[in-house]
């Protein structure tokens, strides 16, 4: 059975997506950005770091030493101390692209506030006066 941590938070229903096969150990990271100790001992048997936007620092990696992938979830490598993976010859991968629509989406809806004058109608609305038709 492989051993895989997840540090994803904010995904409740994240038990239930994870393979029978695996044995899922999940971790969350304090609002410093570190890992309590408890939790660190959790990863001494891990195959696998699953990472959503938690940090991937030294001290993670020191306390998972048969640890040979992380899978980050998401574009970009922000989180991730790259020169300690590269150290323990660990390779980190990413998923591009898997927000292309998303972020698409959210630009024409920005095109569109703009042509609408969304934030200036927004203020009025909130201050109480009419809004003019048409904005």
Excluded: F
């Excluded at 029978?20 to 150990?25: Q, T």
């Excluded at 950005?33 to 939790?39: F, I, L, M, S, V």
């Amino acid at each position: 059975m492989v051993k895989v941590a997840y540090l994803y938070k904010g995904r409740p229903n994240l038990g239930a997506m994870i393979p029978k096969d695996v044995e899922p150990v999940m971790i969350d990271c304090g609002k410093d950005g570190r890992y309590a100790e408890e939790d660190l001992a959790k990863l001494k048997d891990v195959q696998a770091i699953i990472v959503s936007t938690e940090p991937i620092n030294e001290q993670l990696l020191a306390a998972a030493p048969k640890c040979r992938i992380v899978q980050r979830l998401g574009v970009g490598y922000d989180n991730v101390d790259l020169a300690a993976a590269r150290k323990r010859g660990i390779p980190v991968c990413n998923t591009p692209g898997v927000n292309k629509e998303a972020v698409a989406d959210h630009g024409m809806m920005l095109i569109h506030a703009v042509n609408r004058s969304l934030g200036s109608v927004s203020k009025l609305k909130a201050s109480g006066n009419a809004v003019p038709w048409p904005v």
